[in-house]
């Protein structure tokens, strides 16, 4: 699936988490500001994970040399 | 720009981000309600009081003797707790409340018990004693009994040979019996004995002084008592033997007496006759049961006694503690010119004042005072305490953070981003889905018993691990999203997301050995492609995305820390800091690590085969030079040189401007005042804690050799701090290696054979070296590794920690270990 079109399913997964932490607690604006910061930072390094070991192997430049007995 | 930063300035702000707001606050509180006014802010703790007697010693406070009273009564519980235990009621015991007794009565009614309780703890030592002498007394009688009466006989013979040599004079003994003959005989003969009991341990040491004492002249038997005695004296359970000694004449009796006492062996007269030896025996008998009675009497009284005290015994003790933290508090504070009120100073939140005040509305009302308390806000010269309110949650990572040094007051607090990126870099150090799975399984289990673990006394290691479950939670959740994507389940590989992108060049897969597979379609969806594992060149190519990975990370995390350094500048109204050190450290960090990560990108993208060293390197040593094949894109050798300008300027722009400017700045503020004051203007003792300005001395060369510190702190670690990161890279292989041993060289070896006893000694094997090396020993080095790069590189581009933290004054704050 491209990487553009995962990308946008992470936003997607990020946007709907915070709205789900915004119905289910919402206790007042400050802490709902933690929240969403919260939702944001962990969506943005799930993100960055999965993205910098996704583009390391689009372009490899070496390819898997099986080994004896396999 | 402009818009940007009103809509910072209009979002609300985050209570955790930034500590609450304290305020200096005076209270003026007549004395009568003094002690009232501080139980009810201690049940409320959101004041901390300073202390204004800080030079007394505790003898001179005001206080001293309710705080000596407090002790003395805290000492009695502590003695009846005591007592509780040894007579073994704890655990039956249920507490019961009752409303609360004055202080007074209390103490009272403490002294009363202890009497009590120390009365009857005599009264049943000295029964015991007597009960014990008693059984020795009885035993003898037992044992030595069987004695004299063979001894008897065999005196006879002896006194045969001894009369006809001694007493051939007195004719008249042929005509008294037989019996009466034996008696004088044995009268005046001089034939005696003692009896007693000794320990058995010194018996043999015991015949033999008395042996050489009498010169041999005396007749020794003993016999084994049979049963544990307990010693009237040690009350300790002993093995004993009965002896009894004849000898004669006077002279031996002394000695003999005095041997026993220095032996330690008890003597007991036992009459010869045996009709009186029963009758004593049956006296001493009746007399051992009657203490009997007396002795369970004793105890039952003493155990009820005990049980009505522990019924209070916890209620009593929280309120001696309270007390005495309430008689410590007022300690803290001062008394008036007038000697009718104490005045105390304090730190509270602004959000906490009006709950303040009503407590103190209520202490004054509750005890009937004319006066009511004053409350007002001061001026402080010293920087406030730090506090966040945390809940469960957050609580655990606040720690974290505060271990390393508490915040400033109000500037911005890493704890917020702690929450997340923590375990985030921890995951990125353990990933393997099957290790976090069982991580979150433990985790699980530690919140599922929240609430039956906190009540409970916990060791060390079991507190900090029941303390930082969330922390555990969230570890857990991020390491299965890492393994999902290092695609590592105990270090094996799964086709979770679709088939691999390589394949084999032919049908034949004949040079999949020597040339490898090849790609043939886009990269594997989510995570490392599971071909890779067990090939040959699987470590160089993890190798290498690891470690890129590990740039990536690090450059994005000391981005965040340098821009929530902008953040505090901007707070604290510092333009001076924008301009000089956050502008000049963001263009320094990012032309030349930023640029390195473009770089990193800009390769993966295009399958360049540039050497990226190379290209890092020759910018420095070469930068003018054509780049040959090590040219990723178009205009590159004129943007390093253009970066490695920028990177040059940046350094005197952090160094230089900030000093000048600030000794500017520090001459226009106090133009015309530089000499010295002819009245000393700064009184600290007039009026404590009302704001003066304080007329500082600018040192040039302080200031400029800490910018001089800070400038280098930040240029070289730039370096070293980016090739920190790269422990993530090197924990990630160091457990990947360690799960791939335990399950190729382990599992897989036993697996291999066909018996069941090896196949289950392999598996019990890997089950332990997967539960205490991978999952026990690097947890703890991935925590501790994530810890670091926390507190040093990413706290470092930021944070002063130089606060101190707010500690009310609170009843529910005092531990069991202030006793």
Known sequence: MGFLVTTLIFSVVGIIASICSRICCNRGPSANLLHLTLVITATVCCWMMWAIVYIAQMKPLIVPILSEGE | ????????????????????????????????????????????????????????????????????????????????????????????????????????????????????????????????????????????????????????????????????????????????????????????????????????????????????????????????????????????????????????????????????????????????????????????????????????????????????????????????????????????????????????????????????????????????????????????????????????????????????????????????????????????????????????????????????????????????????????????????????????????????????AYKCRDATCSDAHSAGLIKFRDPYPFGVDPSWRGSRSELPFLNSLKMKMSILLGVAQMNLGIILSYFNARFFHNSLDIRYQFVPQMIFLNSLFGYLSLLIIIKWCTGSQADLYHVMIYMFLSPTDDLGDNELFWGQRPLQIVLLLLALVAVPWMLFPKPFILKKLHSERFQGRNYGMLISEFDPDAEPGSAREHHEEFNFSEVFVHQMIHSIEFVLGAVSNTASYLRLWALSLAHSELSTVFYEKVLLLAWGYDNIVIRLIGLAVFAFATAFILLMMETLSAFLHALRLHWVEFQNKFYQGDGYKFKPFSFALITDDDD
């Open chain 2, 1 to 500: 720009m402009e818009t940007m930063e009103k809509f910072i300035d209009n979002l609300s702000s985050m209570d955790l981000m930034r500590s609450e707001k304290m305020s200096l606050v005076q209270l003026i509180i007549p004395v009568e309600s003094a002690h009232r006014a501080v139980s009810y802010l201690g049940e409320l703790g959101l004041l901390q009081f300073r202390d204004l007697n800080a030079e007394k010693s505790p003898f001179q406070r005001t206080f001293v003797n309710q705080v000596k009273r407090c002790g003395e009564m805290s000492r009695k519980l502590r003695f009846f707790k005591d007592q509780i235990i040894k007579a073994g009621l704890l655990s039956s015991i249920h507490p019961v409340v009752e409303p609360d007794v004055e202080l007074e009565e209390l103490e009272i009614q403490l002294s009363e018990h202890e009497h009590e309780l120390i009365e009857m703890n005599s009264n049943s030592e000295k029964l015991r004693q007597t009960y014990n002498e008693l059984m020795e007394f009885k035993i003898v009688l037992l044992k030595a009994g069987s004695f004299l009466v063979s001894s008897n006989n065999h005196a006879v013979a002896e006194e045969m040979e001894l009369s006809e040599n001694v007493h051939s004079n007195h004719s008249y003994d042929e005509a008294s019996s037989l019996i009466e003959q034996e008696m004088r005989t044995a009268d005046q003969s001089g034939l005696r004995f003692i009896s007693g009991i000794i320990c058995k341990s010194k018996a043999l040491r015991f015949e033999r002084m008395l042996f050489r004492a009498t010169r041999g002249n005396m007749l020794f038997n003993q016999a084994p008592a049979g049963e544990e005695i307990m010693d009237p004296l040690s009350a300790e359970k002993v093995e004993k033997t009965v002896f009894v000694v004849f000898f004669s004449g006077e002279q031996a009796r002394t000695k003999i007496l005095k041997i026993c006492e220095a032996f330690g062996a008890h003597c007991y007269p036992v009459p010869d006759d045996f009709s009186k030896q029963r009758q004593i025996t049956r006296e001493v008998s009746s007399r051992l049961s009657e203490l009997e009675v007396t002795l369970d009497a004793g105890i039952r009284h003493q155990n009820k006694a005990l049980t009505s005290i522990g019924y209070h015994l916890t209620q009593w003790i929280t309120m001696v503690r309270r007390e005495k933290s309430v008689y410590d508090t007022l300690n803290m504070l001062n008394f008036d010119v007038t000697k009718k009120c104490l005045v105390g100073e304090g730190w509270c939140p602004i959000f906490a004042k009006a709950k303040i005040q009503e407590a103190l509305q209520r202490a004054t009302v509750d005890s009937n005072s004319q006066v009511g308390i004053i409350f007002h806000v001061m001026d402080a010269l010293e920087s406030p305490p730090t506090y966040f309110r945390t809940n469960h949650f957050t609580n655990a990572y606040q720690e974290i953070v505060d271990a390393y040094g508490v915040a400033r007051y109000q500037e911005a607090n890493p704890a917020v981003y702690t929450v997340i990126t923590f375990p985030f870099l921890f995951a990125v150090m353990f990933g393997d889905w099957g290790h976090g799975i069982c991580l979150l399984l433990g985790a699980l289990v530690l919140i599922a018993r929240e609430s039956r673990i906190s009540t409970q006394k916990l060791g060390s290691f079991m507190e900090m691990l029941f303390g930082g479950r969330y922390v555990l939670l969230l570890m857990s959740l991020f390491s299965i999203y890492c393994g999902l994507i290092y695609n590592e389940f105990f270090s094996v590989p799964f086709h979770i997301f679709g088939g691999s």
